[in-house]
């Protein structure tokens, strides 16, 4: 099955600690994504990748850490510098479609608690 | 002003009927636009694209205004599995950049 993973599926984080967020995708997309969702907000662009070994800061960067070291995967670290860290993570992964514009696509979310 | 902006209901409708979200966005160079569906405590789903001479899925229909730069989707004879949030979704086509509304609630009942 093609698809894009996200695990853990709840996690739950002690104020100081540093957690990594795992996003997986076998569609061979070459572009992938971060957000976060809070209750009553859209969903907010952390960061994004267009192609391996590059990225860039989306609209709220700050506290947040990501690598793209292989096309199928874009972890993100969320860092003690991060002041409110509980939210749900999205990860998106989008490919060009013939004819199409860019699409993007969502994993099944990361749900994360600050304890 | 918010970049797109919609209604965040609750639309409570009965089952079978039609429902219109509209949807504004501030950026005129935007290019791309979409709406997707997202259950609660769940990831959003694309429900369709939007193109400019309007396309419809079935029950569903979304029409682009750019002139008075907003978006539609209408649901007819709405079914008890249309409940969720519709989320309005534009993308100025930089590096796939997308802006989300916060979305508008449905709730289909008996």
């Known amino acids: 099955d093609g698809g894009i993973t996200q695990s853990p599926k709840y996690l739950f984080r002690k104020e100081g600690q540093n957690v990594t967020l795992s996003c997986e995708q076998n569609?061979?997309?070459?572009?992938m994504y971060w957000y976060r969702q809070d209750p009553g907000q859209g969903l907010r662009l952390i960061y994004y990748?267009?192609?391996?070994?590059?990225?860039q800061k989306g609209d709220i960067a700050e506290g947040y850490s990501v690598s793209r070291e292989k096309k199928e995967s874009f972890p993100l670290t969320v860092t003690s510098a991060q002041k409110n860290p509980t939210a749900f993570y999205l990860c998106?992964?989008?490919?060009?479609?013939?004819?199409?514009?860019?699409?993007?696509?969502f994993g099944p979310g990361t749900r994360l608690t600050v304890l | 002003r918010k970049e797109v902006e919609q209604d965040p209901g609750p639309f409570n409708v009965p089952e079978g009927a039609t429902v219109a979200f509209n949807c504004t966005y501030s950026?005129?160079?935007?290019?791309?636009f979409f709406w997707y569906r997202q259950d609660c405590r769940k990831e959003p789903k694309l429900l369709m694209s939007?193109?400019?001479s309007g396309n419809e899925d079935g029950r569903f229909t979304a029409q682009l205004n750019r002139a008075s730069q907003y978006i539609s989707l209408l649901i007819r004879d709405s079914k008890l599995s249309d409940s969720a949030t519709y989320l309005c979704?534009?993308?100025?086509?930089?590096?796939?950049?997308?802006?989300f509304g916060t979305g508008t609630r449905l709730q289909v009942t008996l």
């Open positions: 979704v534009v993308s100025t086509g930089t590096a796939s950049k997308l802006t």
């Open positions: 939007v193109y400019s």
């Open positions: 569609l061979n997309h070459d572009a």
């Open positions: 990748s267009q192609i391996v070994n590059d990225f």
């Open positions: 950026n005129s160079a935007s290019q791309s």
């Open positions: 998106a992964s989008s490919g060009r479609d013939p004819g199409a514009t860019d699409t993007q696509y």
